[in-house]
């Protein structure tokens, strides 16, 4: 038999990992006053995390197992730079949150990601610029009006 890569590893976790939030899911209690269940939404998360999960392994077990390859010589920080650029960006987003508020700093966190991993050039950056602004000023949209939800507003635009 030979030696499966760790992609299928990672899926049968995720798949393990899914079920088992999945048949916990049965312990939320329902409420009496709502139209939906309160474990809907969970499940439906779940389901669909479960069928990305058993694509994973599927697409994972048809590419075999991973070769051993030389090291190309690329230090740790070179070859993950895009992983820990979008945490360090993830983490000054959550920190600039509450002075600047979930629309601006939401944008902001768009627009820098989409620019770090895409590159900087004057058309991507009015591309990056159009994407932030549409996705996040929708979203923001979305959980603000139809959902009634109230999303952090910021020093700066409380001051105003």
């Known amino acids: 038999m030979s030696r499966l890569n760790r992609d299928v590893y990672i899926a049968i976790f995720l798949i393990v990992f ?3 939030f999945f048949w916990q899911s049965f312990e939320i209690k329902n409420i009496d006053y709502g139209t939906l269940q309160a474990s809907a939404w969970p499940r439906m998360i779940l389901v669909v995390l479960g069928i990305l999960s058993v694509t ?3 697409q994972s077990l048809k ?3 991973a070769e051993e390859t030389e090291s190309d010589g690329l230090g740790f920080f070179e070859r993950y730079r895009n992983p820990i650029v979008c945490f360090i960006l993830y983490f000054l ?3 600039s949150m509450p002075y600047l508020g ?3 700093a939401g944008i ?3 627009f820098l990601l989409l620019s770090a991993i895409g590159g900087v050039t004057p058309e991507a950056l009015i591309i990056h610029a159009i994407i932030a602004c549409i996705s996040i000023g929708a979203m923001w949209s979305f959980f603000t ?3 009634g939800v109230i999303l952090p507003q910021g ?3 409380s001051a105003f």
Do not use: R, S
């Open 145 to 147: 009006y139809p959902l």
């Open 18 to 20: 899914t079920a088992v």
């Open 102 to 104: 979930m629309l601006i």
């Open 56 to 58: 994973y392994l599927v």
């Open 93 to 95: 987003f959550l920190f």
């Open 108 to 110: 902001l966190f768009v």
């Open 155 to 157: 020093e700066l635009i």
């Open 63 to 65: 590419v075999g197992p």
